[in-house]
């Protein structure tokens, strides 16, 4: 065995060492060695940093332990060195040194930023949220920060305090896409795609977003509208992998064969062998009747991604056109395995049991088929209306968007989006009585919808009844504990009703769950005020202000504040 002898500290950046078995030598210009060489903490950093940018993260590493080492007081090595060492997959280390840097200085934001990363991949989802609020404290507009609490959010399926949190995000990608996500997933997808397209039509260069909407689109078969809002981007970006091979499946499920053909043969020649390339060229090549050779290609992807339902439910139709029975009904059985919710596996299967002189199994198939066949029939109807009433409603016509909801409840009665979609446009018209029976539907249908038990609270109180208001919206918080309009709406409740401790522990709540919702730290700082706790209100108003700046409401409290004179609630 041969050993390699340390060098000196410092002596890495500056000398090459000999040993054979050595790694690679930190090589830098010689100004940044000289740098390093005068034993200052900045000096390894620039080094470090000079590192990093060239993707030498190991030589960057040593650097930055160096940083450490020339000043161990230094805030901001330590989070070098503890960054460094987080993109290098050691995360314990770097947990200590970004806590050694909060430790000299609280005031970090990536260092807060960082940890919250740390400790969401451990598991400690509370401790992670609790890094990114102080990060945005610190900086109310922090994008990073607001785009992991969300996904947070989204991933604990808290839909409700997502959107929340996102109403009130600044105008950034990583925050639009979110919002459509959360959205989608809480199956408000009109609204997904509305606020979407929107924002696509504002920042034609957010390419993910367009994507996003794009998928949601295809989602709900509305390929033509997919095809056209991808359309332009796809001629922008060619070199683009993603929303190449995505237009490119639009296009193929829009039956649009004359479009997809020559484009697919440009996508597969310089993707030739990927799993995408491989499925779409045999998907096509199947529809022309050209089956040998569209086995042979859905057979090579089906060795990238056995579990893959269309390549599987395609290898099944080619094998039957080719009179291979027996295999065409194995590879068929393991696409309704895969997903058995598709009407067309069951006749392909059907059709190949019958074709056996299996007829009792072919009858159960053509059984599935036709349930299936109607549910997707229930299901297409209720996706052209979604859309026409979210269209009606966008153009100031209630009325015919609560006609289409209707319409969609008989299809589908305990759909409870669409007893709050009809309760909204019920509430454009004024008829609350209307409204609030379509929200007790919604929440008798879904019993944890949070938006539906808030949007409760707000027609008690306009009924006068206080008692029935804070039970809505204690329902709601119980539903999503980290809905902030519901926090601050029952936090206004209880200090309408003198109850100025529990409101303001609310207000409290509500802030810390959305540090950029302005109405709550008003409230709060309000509710401060009353107690003649001028010091705190006065940063609470100074919060809003920060978040929203033109504020009159906040400006005013503020104003108010100064002279130690209680204010009165907004």
């Not at 598991?123 to 609490?149: C, F, M, R, Y």
């Not at 029975?325 to 395995?337: G, N, T, V």
């Not at 609560?402 to 759909?415: G, H, M, Q």
Request: hydrophobic share 45%; proline share 4%; net charge negative.
């Amino acid at each position: 065995m041969r050993l390699c002898r340390t060098f000196a500290a410092g002596a890495v950046f500056v000398l090459s060492l000999t040993c054979s078995a050595q790694k690679p030598p930190c090589e830098a210009p010689a100004a940044l060695r000289a740098q390093a060489r005068s034993g200052s903490a900045d000096g390894y950093g620039a080094l470090g940093e000079w590192y990093h940018a060239r993707g030498n993260d190991r030589c960057a590493l040593l650097a930055y332990r160096e940083a450490v080492r020339a000043a161990p007081a230094s805030a901001p090595a330590h989070i070098w060195l503890g960054l460094a060492l987080l993109s290098s997959g050691q995360g314990g280390e770097a947990a200590s040194e970004l806590r050694r840097a909060l430790a000299l200085d609280g005031s970090r934001k990536e260092a807060h930023l960082a940890l919250g990363v740390i400790e969401h991949d451990r598991g400690n989802t509370a401790e992670a949220l609790a890094q990114w609020e102080v990060a945005l404290v610190l900086d109310p507009g922090s994008v990073q920060a607001l785009d992991w609490i969300a996904k947070t959010r989204i991933e604990a399926r808290q839909f409700a305090a997502a959107i929340d949190l996102l109403r009130t995000a600044p105008e950034a990608e990583d925050l639009q896409v979110d919002r459509v996500v959360a959205y989608s997933m809480a199956s408000f997808f009109e609204e997904a795609v509305n606020f979407g397209t929107k924002e696509v039509a504002l920042h034609p260069d957010w390419l993910r977003l367009r994507m996003a909407v794009a998928t949601i689109l295809v989602q709900r078969n509305r390929y033509q509208e997919a095809v056209a809002l991808l359309e332009p981007a796809v001629q922008a970006n060619q070199d683009n992998y993603d929303i190449q091979l995505l237009y490119l499946r639009v296009l193929v499920l829009n039956g649009d064969l004359e479009a997809a053909k020559p484009f697919a043969a440009e996508f597969t020649k310089k993707h030739p062998n990927t799993f995408d390339g491989l499925y779409l060229r045999g998907l096509l090549e199947r529809k022309d009747g050209d089956l040998e050779q569209a086995l042979k290609d859905l057979s090579a992807a089906a060795e990238l991604e056995p579990a893959h339902y269309d390549v599987r439910y395609n290898l099944g139709v080619t094998l039957a056109k080719l009179q291979r029975p027996a295999e065409a009904k194995s590879q068929l059985q393991r696409a309704e395995k895969i997903d058995g919710s598709s009407p067309d596996v069951h006749f392909q299967l059907a059709r190949v049991l019958r074709a056996s002189g299996e007829a009792v199994a072919a009858k159960q198939q053509m059984d599935l088929y036709e349930e299936k066949l109607r549910s997707r029939a229930v299901h297409d109807q209720v996706v052209s209306l979604a859309a026409q009433a979210a269209q009606r409603l966008a153009a100031g016509d209630a009325a015919a968007a609560a006609e289409a909801e209707k319409e969609i409840l008989k299809l589908s009665p305990d759909d409870a989006v669409h007893c709050y979609d009809l309760a909204l446009a019920l509430d454009q018209l004024g008829d609350l009585a209307a409204e609030r029976a379509a929200l007790e539907r919604a929440v008798a249908a879904q019993p944890d919808f949070a938006v539906a038990y808030n949007q409760l609270g707000y027609l008690a109180i306009r009924a006068g009844d206080d008692t029935a208001a804070e039970r809505f919206f204690r329902r709601a918080i119980a539903s999503a504990p980290q809905y902030a309009e519901a926090e601050s709406n029952l936090g206004s409740l209880l200090a309408k009703q003198g109850k100025d401790v529990e409101a303001e522990g609310h207000f409290r709540t509500a802030v810390a769950a959305n540090p950029r919702y302005t109405d709550a730290w008003i409230n709060l700082a309000a509710s401060l005020a009353s107690r003649s706790e001028f010091a705190e209100a006065r940063s609470a108003a100074e919060r809003a202000l920060k978040i929203e700046p033109a504020n009159a409401d906040a400006a005013t409290l503020l104003a108010m504040l100064p002279g130690g004179n209680p204010v009165q609630r907004p």
